[in-house]
Structures are given as C-alpha cells and as structure tokens.
C-alpha cells in the first residue's frame, strides 16, 4: 500500500506564507505525477499545481507567481511554497500523486488534506 500524508497548512494572514508538505510512503518503485489540489466550501475541489518526474509544473492561473511546486525525489516528498496569500486561498488542499509499485502494479493515491486558512 502508498499512502501520502499532508502537513504545514494553519492559519495566516494576508499577505502571510505556508509551506505545505506530501510525504508518499510504503512499496514505491516510483512516483510519476505529483500535484496539490484544494476544495473551499461549498465549491468543487479545484487543480492549484502539478510537477511531474522530470521537474516540469503547471499552474492554476489563480496562484502563478505565487505559489511554487517543488519535490524531492530521494524522500518522496512534494512540496508547495505559498506566498502572497489571499483570503480566497483559504480551503483544505490535498495531495495526489501516482507511480508504479515495487511490484510494478499502478497506484494512485490522495493524502487525507489539510487546512489552509487565510484570514486577518
């Protein structure tokens, strides 16, 4: 089994930094894709950012210039910089990623999510 567990959302102000971290663990041959996404209240869960293997990102419009995607593929971790934070961020992100198993079967897996509050 993969699993991925999220950590570093918490409360912010405007205009505040977090760090958001996706730790994958369990029988892992590799990671392809790995992304964060997040759902606010009442709408549907939204893309912010993929990176894939080889390092390359995407971004939702909404967070360009603001957030950045970075992984470390050594610990099987992803990781989301967010800076410039507005009250419009505030939702719970989770994570998602996918890859091959040590035996070679396809996973993919979501993290349980964590809080992001953006807030004065």
């Known amino acids: 089994q993969v699993q991925l567990v999220e950590s570093g959302g918490g409360l912010v102000q405007p205009g505040g930094s977090l760090r958001l971290s996706c730790a994958a663990s369990?029988?892992?041959?590799?990671?392809?894709?790995m992304g964060w996404h997040r759902q606010a209240p009442g709408k549907q869960r939204e893309l912010v950012a993929l990176?894939?293997?080889?390092?390359?990102?995407n971004y939702a419009d909404s967070v360009k210039g603001r957030f950045a995607i970075s992984r470390d593929n050594a610990k099987n971790t992803m990781y989301l910089q967010m800076n410039s934070l507005k009250p419009e961020d505030t939702a719970v992100y989770y994570c998602?990623?996918?890859?091959?198993?040590?035996?070679?079967?396809?996973?993919?897996?979501w993290g349980q999510g964590t809080q992001v509050t953006v807030s004065s």
């Open positions: 998602n990623a996918d890859g091959l198993t040590g035996w070679r079967t396809l996973w993919n897996r």
């Open positions: 369990g029988s892992i041959f590799n990671i392809n894709t």
């Open positions: 990176i894939t293997s080889g390092g390359s990102t």
